[in-house]
C-alpha cells in the first residue's frame, strides 16, 4: 500500500502549508500607502514564499493551499510553474478570491501592509484537501502559524503533520506571527509584529511537540510559548518539543538550539549576519527559512545552514519585492565566495545579474523566428506597388498567421514585430502560443544609433509585456571613428540600464559588415568591446560569419564575458534561401548559436504580390509558411534534427 502511495507523485523534499496571496508594493519608495500611485506585483504569503525560494536554491518543493478561480489565482498558479514549484497540492476554490496584500516601504524597517482577505481562498483549506499520498511524496512539510487561526486551516495542518510523521518525515514549524491574522490588531496594523495573547500562544503550543526544526523571530518564539522574554520562552519551547529551535535575529543573524538551553543566550550554533542596508524587511524571514531548508535538507551542517539562512535573508532586505527577489543558488554561492563591495546587494551589478540571469521567465533553448519589424522595407515596397502604407498594418498580420500556422504550437518558434505598423499583428501575435517575441526600438538606419520614437527609452518600455523582448539593432564596427563608438555605446549602455530596470529581456543585433572589413575577428572585438561596458544583452543577432574559426572566437568572447547569455540568432538580411542555409550549416559546431531571426528572405515575394493585389490573404500566409518551413528544416537538419 506504501509504494503505491508513494508513486502517485514525483517525489518532492518540501511541501509548504499557508497563505499565498498576490502582494501588490507601492514603487514610490519612502512614500505612505495612502500617496502610491503604481504598485508592482508578486507572489505572496509565507509559505508561498518559502516554497519559490527553496525551489530557487535547487530543493524540489511545492505549495499546498487553495487560490481563488480568477485570475489572480491564475497568476499564483502559473508564476509558482515558472519558479519550478510543484503545483500539485493548489486547490481552486470556486466560491473563494485570493487574497490580496497592499505593502509600502515607508522608511527603512517601516512597511505598512493592509491585508485583504474576508474569507479568502487559502483560509478556506480544509483537512479533505489534505492527500495521504501527496504528503508521502515529500521529505519534509512546513506548517504556518496564520493557518492554525481558523479550525478548518488548523485541522488540515494537523492531518499534514500526522501523515509526515507517520511516514517518517520532517515536520517544519515557521510560526509566522501576524496579530492582525488572528484578529488582534485593526486592518491598518499590518505591519504590527507582536501582541500578546495567550489564546494564540496556548494554541500554538499544541503544535510544538511534533516539530522537527521551529523557526521564528524573538517576538515569535515568545508568541509560541507564552512567555514573556526570549530565554524563557526558548526553555518553554524545549520543555515541550526535542525539537531544533532557530532564533532569528535580523541583522545580529541566528542562533540555532539544538539541545538543552543554557542561561546564556548565546549558547548555540551562532550564524552570523550580513553587513547589508536595511531596504524592505517583509519576506526576509522567509528567504532565511528558503536557505536553512536547502541545507538542513541537503544534509549540511547547522552552521553552513545558517550561513546560507542569513545570506538569502541579506538579499531579500536589501531589495523591494518578496519572493521574485530570492536568490538563486547560483547567485547564493556567487555572494557568499566574491561577496559585494555593496551594502545595498540591489546595486551590485555582477550579482544582479546573475541573479536576473537565472530567473528570466521560461527557458529557450533555441529560437526560430519569423522577423517582420521592417518599417522602411515595408514603405519602399508599398511605394514601388503604389500601395498605401495604411495596409501594411494588415500584412503583418498574415505574417502572424503563416509563423504560426508553421509553429503549430509547438515550443520554439517566435517573431519581430515593430510597433510602428505591427500593433494588430501583435494582438494576432498574443492569440497563439508562441515562445518569443522581439520589439524593435532603434530608429531604422540610423548611425550613430537613434531611438525611434523618444530618446527617453526608459518612458517606451514601461507599457511593454514583461515577456516581449527589446530588439535594437546597431550598425557597429570596432574601427569605427573613436567619437562614433562612444556615441553608440553610451547608447547601448542607457538602454541596457533602462531594460534592467523595468525588467525586460534585451536583443542587441550587431551589423558591422556594411561599414567596413568583415573578418573572424570583427564580431568578436565589437563584443569584447560592449562587454566591457558592462553591457550583456539576453540575445546577441549577428550577421553569418564566413568561417568555424570567426564563431569559435564569438563564442569565447561571449561564454569569458557571460555564460548566462541565452546565446546568438542569425539574421538574414535578404540572403537568398540557399545562402541561409549555408550559414545554418557553418555554425553545426557553434553551440552558442541557438536560431535565427529572418524576415525578407521569407516574406519579401509576398509583399510585393499581396500589396500590389496579385495575392489573396490565404495565398500570402502559404507562401511565407512554405518559405519559413522550409528555413526551420533547414535549421533543424543543421543541428541534426527533425521537426516534431
Known sequence: ???????????????????????????????????????????????ANISVGTARLGLRSALLTRVGDEQMGRFIREQLKREGVSVDGLKTDKERLTALVLLSVEDEGVSPMIFYRSDCADMALAEEDIDEAFMASARAVVVTGTHFSRPNSDAAQREAIRLMKAKGGKVVFDIDYRPNLWGLAGHAEGFERYVKSDRVSAQL??????????????????????????????????????????????????????????????????????????????GAGDAFMSGFLRGWLGGESFATAATWANACGAFAVSRLLCAPEYPTFEELQFFLKHSSKHLALRKDEAINHIH?????????????????????????????????????????????KAAAKVAAGRDGYGMLIDEKYGRDAMFEFARHPFAWLGRPVELPGSRPLRFEFSQDIGSQLI?????????????????????????????????????????RELLVEIIAGKHGKLDD????????????????????????????????????????????????????????????????????????????AVGRTIFINAAEQWLAGRMSDDEAIADMASRFEQLTEAWLAARGRKAA
Open 1 to 47: 500500500m506504501g509504494e503505491a502511495v508513494e508513486a502517485k507523485y514525483p517525489p518532492l523534499d518540501v511541501i509548504t502549508i499557508g497563505r499565498a496571496s498576490v502582494d501588490l508594493y507601492g514603487q514610490q519608495i519612502g512614500s505612505r500607502l495612502e500617496d502610491i500611485t503604481s504598485f508592482a506585483k508578486s507572489v505572496g504569503g509565507c509559505p
Open 205 to 282: 503550543k499544541t503544535v510544538l511537540p511534533d516539530c522537527d526544526l521551529i523557526v521564528g523571530t524573538e517576538e515569535e518564539i515568545m508568541i509560541a510559548s507564552g512567555a514573556d522574554d526570549c530565554l524563557s520562552a526558548l526553555k518553554t519551547i524545549r520543555s515541550l518539543s526535542p525539537a531544533t529551535i532557530v532564533l532569528k535575529r535580523g541583522a545580529k543573524g541566528c542562533i540555532v538550539y539544538d539541545g538543552p538551553i543554557s542561561d546564556d543566550l548565546e549558547d548555540g550554533i551562532v550564524g552570523k549576519g550580513f553587513p547589508i542596508e536595511i531596504y524592505n524587511v517583509l
Open 356 to 400: 536576473w540571469a537565472t530567473t528570466r521567465r521560461r527557458d529557450i533553448p533555441s529560437l526560430m523566428a519569423l522577423a517582420c519589424d521592417h518599417r522602411v522595407q515595408f514603405e519602399d515596397v508599398a511605394a514601388r506597388v503604389g500601395a498605401d502604407v495604411s495596409r501594411i498594418p494588415d500584412f503583418k498580420v498574415l505574417t502572424v
Open 463 to 503: 507599457d511593454w509585456p514583461v515577456d516581449h523582448c527589446i530588439k535594437c539593432l546597431c550598425f557597429y564596427h570596432p574601427d569605427d571613428p573613436e567619437a562614433l563608438k562612444t556615441e553608440q555605446q553610451q547608447k547601448l549602455r542607457a538602454l541596457f540600464e533602462a531594460a534592467r530596470k523595468v525588467g
Open 521 to 596: 575577428t570583427t564580431i568578436p572585438r565589437a563584443l569584447e568591446e560592449l562587454y566591457a561596458l558592462g553591457i550583456k544583452p539576453d540575445w546577441w543577432k549577428l550577421e553569418p560569419q564566413a568561417s568555424a574559426s570567426a564563431w569559435a572566437k564569438i563564442e569565447a568572447v561571449i561564454v569569458k564575458n557571460d555564460p548566462w547569455c541565452r546565446g546568438v540568432v542569425l539574421l538574414g538580411l535578404e540572403a537568398p534561401q540557399d545562402e541561409l542555409v549555408a550559414a545554418f550549416a557553418a555554425t553545426a559546431n557553434a553551440p552558442i548559436v541557438k536560431g535565427f
